[in-house]
């Protein structure tokens, strides 16, 4: 089955640096890759996704990278703000109704 | 917007005891999910559901745990007999099927003592 490999578990920026997460996943059927901002006790919140058929995909600050041949997607963050600090999730899916395979989560410190 | 409820939030339940945990899903949602997430851990699927039956379940979700869709609106997990290391958060999920987006609940958090 989908495997979803994430790195690093913990990553420290200081405010207004970038952050970057990497990942990668197993199944080369995969086409959809969310990413999840999770609070302490809350709900994963999607803040970004992208489809197979991108490459690249920006909103605002949050950008996501895919590179199909490679397997590996990356979430890049600019100009870090105190409200980041979070743990992301990258997450990887086959079909519109399949299963969400998450990986195992970076905690994001913004340093002051 | 419309948005996954999921009740309780919080269940404290002795080891051994059933417990019932409930979602709305989002009306016009046509596939329904339960995922875990241990405490400081990743989120975990569970069980998919669809049409009134399962339609991929994960090692997890074995003979202890059942799935019910029992009137158009709630979606349960039923734990028949609770272990200590059933202690997680469980999220509720639905997605339209015709869009990727899954839509989260606000999760449950199942304490077993």
């Known amino acids: 089955g989908e495997n979803v490999e994430q790195h690093p578990s913990t990553l420290s920026v200081q405010e207004g640096d970038s952050a970057v997460i990497k990942c990668t996943y197993s199944?080369?059927?995969?086409?959809?890759f969310p990413w999840y901002k999770q609070e302490l006790g809350k709900r994963p919140q999607l803040i970004i996704d992208?489809?197979?058929?991108?490459g690249e995909k920006k909103d605002q600050r949050i950008a996501v990278t895919l590179n199909k041949t490679a397997k590996h997607f990356s979430l890049h963050i600019t100009e870090t703000q105190p409200e980041d600090s979070a743990v992301y999730f990258c997450?990887?899916?086959?079909?519109?109704?399949?299963?969400?395979?998450f990986g195992k989560g970076t905690r994001l410190h913004i340093l002051p | 917007e419309p948005e996954v409820t999921q009740t309780p939030s919080h269940q404290v339940t002795q080891m051994g005891q059933e417990v019932i945990l409930r979602c709305v899903p989002i009306?016009?949602?046509?596939?329904f999910y339960w995922y875990r997430q241990i405490l400081g851990q990743k989120v975990e699927f569970l069980v998919s559901?669809?049409?009134?039956?399962?339609?991929?379940k994960s090692e997890i979700f074995d003979d202890q745990f059942s799935v019910e869709r029992p009137d158009g609106s709630n979606f349960t997990l039923k734990i028949r007999s609770t272990k200590l290391e059933d202690s997680a958060m469980y999220f509720c999920?639905?997605?339209?099927?015709?869009?990727?987006?899954?839509?989260f609940g606000p999760g449950t958090r199942l304490t077993v003592t």
């Open positions: 997450a990887a899916t086959l079909n519109r109704d399949d299963k969400i395979i």
């Open positions: 999920a639905s997605v339209t099927g015709l869009a990727y987006e899954q839509y």
């Open positions: 992208i489809r197979s058929n991108v």
């Open positions: 199944d080369s059927a995969s086409n959809y």
């Open positions: 559901f669809y049409n009134n039956e399962i339609s991929e």
């Open positions: 009306s016009n949602h046509l596939y």
